[in-house]
């Protein structure tokens, strides 16, 4: 996101969404450290770091090949001396092996002829297995600031085990599934998952450092962090990050997460950053294969969905800038207010009318609904209008309340199990269609969501994703 535009975040499932104003913020220190290293970019979000002192005068094939010399990994190249394949992984059709730097504003840049570049003035190359229309990883934040110095395997450089601040729920969860967990000495005061996170925080082991939208500095200062991890989809964090910067602390600011590519690359900068990539790449692979999965099965072509924060005659709902909207764009269905807005904005019930949905999702950020009754005096509290559109008509009202609802405020961690619980509610014939035994029929999710005893996370607990939360 520039940094002067204008847009709507949505803070917690107990804070609604607001608007904040990003203003241009003027940086202290250099895009790049003092570390250097290549990045080996495999594409599909599979990446390694591998930190290597660029000596004077080696060039970009001399930095591939001590890489890969220091993982092991064998580099064959083609006729013309450009690389054909590293560790086995070749190019494709339009998909080619080539070397980038990066420029002033941390963006990466194709080299013609690596092998009469010099690299000893760069810190950070990549060797990435790219083409038209693909996307490198980054190897800056949303900042511009690199993230491969802070750590190695959840130890500072120093040697002692991390201490890390997260200043937003969707971090603390980013954050805590690559293996940063144990690590979090502090959060905001709406970062609730997982339990064992409540717990320390209720224990006194994790201190509470402000809000959302307004951290206190003077709190996270005083926790004498190794690293602060931020929300860059608002700006009170980038400028928070700009002034603890200027105090000598190391920040990581993550990508404004509107979808799933967002969602993988922040999952890559927490666990590199943490020096855990290989956990990072872990968990990447195993997000990935879900999502895929999920996402093959559903089928919601031509279905009409409206997703609500609360039933007001005005609620706030998702427009096409929004991770939620690129949900169900992934499964096939139409969101009725993705050409609105560009996030999340108010919507009157009469629009809501007009639109005719198929299907509606609440997100109930109240009381958590456990029960058929209390999911039947929720819908009686609706609107008029809407009770005369096709979703209500046709018993298509769906609520997460709880746990659940969080999932679909927060863009995080749990993107995957979301994803799976929206298609399974939405398009369980083909679900069941693709396994008979796998039946959710209900109306509601709540904390219990993720219970293994209630087998609405197939594809999620099949690839692993659950372990960090236990």
Not at 12 to 30: M, W
Not at 243 to 258: F, P
Not at 416 to 431: N, R, T
Request: net charge negative; with cysteine.
């Amino acid at each position: 996101m520039q940094a002067s535009s204008v847009k709507i975040v949505m803070a917690t499932v107990t804070a609604v969404v607001a608007l904040v104003l990003i203003g241009t913020v003027g940086f202290t220190v250099d895009s790049v450290d003092e570390r250097q290293g290549v990045m080996l970019d495999f594409s599909y979000y599979n990446v390694e770091w591998v930190e290597l002192d660029f000596t004077e005068g080696m060039n970009g094939m001399d930095a591939l090949d001590a890489a890969c010399y220091e993982q092991g990994y064998k580099v064959v190249l083609n006729d013309d001396g450009t690389v054909y394949s590293v560790d086995g992984m070749p190019e494709l059709m339009n998909v080619e092996w080539g070397m980038y730097v990066l420029d002033s504003n941390g963006a990466w840049v194709e080299i013609d002829d690596p092998s009469s570049y010099d690299v000893s003035g760069e810190r950070i190359i990549s060797w990435a297995r790219t083409g038209p229309g693909s996307e490198m990883m980054p190897a800056v934040d949303q900042t511009g600031f690199t993230y491969y110095s802070y750590a190695k395997d959840g130890r500072s450089l120093d040697g002692n085990d991390l201490r890390i601040v997260t200043l937003a729920p969707s971090v603390t969860e980013t954050v805590a599934a690559v293996g940063g967990l144990q690590y979090i000495t502090a959060t905001d005061r709406y970062s609730d998952y997982p339990n064992s996170l409540v717990e320390r925080q209720d224990g006194g082991d994790i201190a509470i450092v402000g809000g959302y939208t307004d951290p206190n500095y003077e709190l996270v200062v005083a926790q004498n962090p190794d690293i602060v991890f931020l929300d860059g989809g608002t700006g009170e964090h980038v400028t928070m990050a700009d002034k603890l910067r200027k105090s000598g602390i190391n920040c990581v600011v993550l990508y404004e997460a509107t979808d799933t590519d967002d969602f993988l690359k922040n999952l890559w900068i927490c666990a590199s950053a943490i020096g855990c990539s290989e956990d990072g790449n872990r968990y990447i692979s195993d997000a990935s294969e879900a999502l895929n999965t999920i996402s093959g099965i559903t089928d919601l072509s031509g279905r009409k969905v409206f997703i609500s924060l609360g039933i007001s005659d005005s609620p706030y709902t998702p427009g096409s800038g929004t991770y939620v909207d690129s949900m169900i764009q992934s499964l096939g269905g139409d969101n009725i207010f993705a050409d609105d807005s560009s996030s999340w904005f108010m919507v009157s019930k009469e629009a809501v009318y007009n639109n005719q949905p198929d299907i509606i999702i609440v997100i109930h950020d109240a009381e958590e609904i456990t029960s058929q009754r209390e999911y039947r005096k929720l819908l009686s509290n609706f609107n008029d209008l809407w009770k005369m559109t096709p979703a209500y008509e046709n018993g298509e009202v769906y609520v997460f309340s709880g746990d659940a609802a969080s999932l679909l405020s927060r863009p995080g961690a749990r993107l995957p199990e979301a994803l799976e619980l929206m298609a399974k509610i939405m398009d369980p014939d083909s679900f069941i269609a693709a396994d008979p035994t796998d039946v959710v029929g209900v109306k509601y999710y709540n904390d219990s969501y993720n219970d293994p005893e209630n087998g609405y996370l197939t594809y999620v607990k099949a690839q692993g994703l659950l372990e960090w939360q236990k």
